[in-house]
């Protein structure tokens, strides 16, 4: 595994004008040479892919949506689709974040039918679970993870691993500066892939990528990205300030260099 690389995703969410994206994107590829075993992913909002794209189209960097509608065209007003992000650019898009589920009560079912509808457009999905605190708090953890990957992934027959990865966030880690023990991130890595080996059990034997989100920072991502079975980070906060994200980058590179 001298090869392994770690994904650092940038979520911006509802933050960044273009020209700040663009400023971000630019100021990121040069800093980026010097880290060869990472990915980087920008996800900006809509109105900023096109000029990231514009920035980083001959770079290492690769850019994602946070989110696209699962039709391909419609009458659907303020949505996206995923041929409109592959337009503009994307090679990636985000499904499922806490925020579409629990801020803007997303259905269920629409999950089932974007992951389908991103894949079969080529594009790479970020697929976000997790549990919120009081979940935890009464032990639920693991079966809701088994409960959301179901739900979530029941609209695709095969799991492909160079295409899809998990993004295990915990509700109560998100933006609240409470970072998940390496213990529990450890441990619901594991459902996670248990879970994805029980759902496709002709799945290849190939790795399937599980990243970790919730209050990354400079702190803690050297131990973060050296607990077993954490491919990367999906990271808020602390994507938005250029010095922490590629300092967040630099820790989990040289965490990965000593595994070796
Ligand atoms: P955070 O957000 O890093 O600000 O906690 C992570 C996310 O929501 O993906």
């Known amino acids: 595994m001298s090869d392994r690389k770690v994904l650092v995703v940038a979520n911006w969410k509802m933050h960044k004008t273009p020209q700040?994206?663009?400023?971000?994107?630019?100021?990121?590829?040069t800093k980026?040479?010097?880290?060869?075993?990472?990915?980087?992913?920008?996800?900006?909002?809509?109105?900023?892919?096109?000029?990231?794209?514009?920035?980083i189209r001959e770079s290492a960097l690769e850019l994602g949506a946070q989110n696209l509608h699962?039709?391909?065209?419609?009458?659907?007003?303020?949505?996206?689709?995923a041929s409109m992000l592959n337009a503009c650019g994307c090679k990636w898009v985000i499904i499922g974040h806490s925020?579409?589920?629990?801020?803007?009560?997303?259905?269920?079912?629409?999950?089932?039918?974007?992951?389908?509808?991103?894949?079969n457009s080529g594009l790479k999905v970020i697929l976000c679970i997790g549990e919120v605190k009081a979940e935890r708090d009464a032990g639920a953890t693991a079966e809701v993870l088994k409960a959301q990957l179901a739900n979530d992934l029941g609209g695709i027959s095969r799991f492909p691993t160079d295409q899809l990865v998990i993004a295990y966030e915990p509700?109560?880690?998100?933006?609240?500066?409470v970072v998940?023990?390496?213990?529990?991130?450890?441990?619901?890595?594991?459902?996670?892939?248990?879970?994805?080996?029980?759902?496709?059990?002709?799945?290849?034997?190939?790795?399937?990528?599980?990243?970790?989100?919730?209050?990354?920072?400079?702190?803690?991502?050297?131990?973060?990205?050296?607990?077993?079975?954490?491919?990367?980070f999906?990271?808020?906060?602390?994507?938005?300030?250029?010095?922490?994200?590629?300092?967040?980058?630099?820790?989990?590179?040289?965490?990965?260099?000593a595994e070796h």
């Open 32 to 55: 980026a040479l010097n880290l060869p075993a990472v990915n980087f992913i920008l996800c900006p909002s809509a109105t900023g892919l096109l000029h990231i794209h514009g920035e």
């Open 180 to 232: 998940a023990l390496p213990a529990q991130v450890e441990e619901a890595h594991a459902v996670v892939r248990e879970t994805i080996f029980q759902l496709f059990p002709s799945i290849s034997s190939k790795h399937v990528s599980v990243i970790y989100g919730g209050s990354v920072n400079i702190a803690n991502a050297a131990q973060l990205i050296a607990t077993p079975g954490v491919d990367g």
């Open 171 to 177: 509700v109560w880690a998100i933006g609240s500066g």
């Open 70 to 81: 699962f039709a391909e065209q419609g009458a659907f007003t303020g949505e996206i689709s």
């Open 234 to 257: 999906l990271i808020g906060g602390a994507s938005l300030n250029i010095g922490d994200f590629v300092t967040i980058a630099q820790n989990a590179q040289t965490a990965l260099k």
């Open 99 to 119: 925020e579409r589920r629990y801020i803007f009560n997303e259905p269920a079912g629409d999950r089932q039918r974007k992951v389908p509808a991103a894949l």
């Open 20 to 29: 700040e994206g663009l400023t971000f994107a630019r100021q990121l590829k």
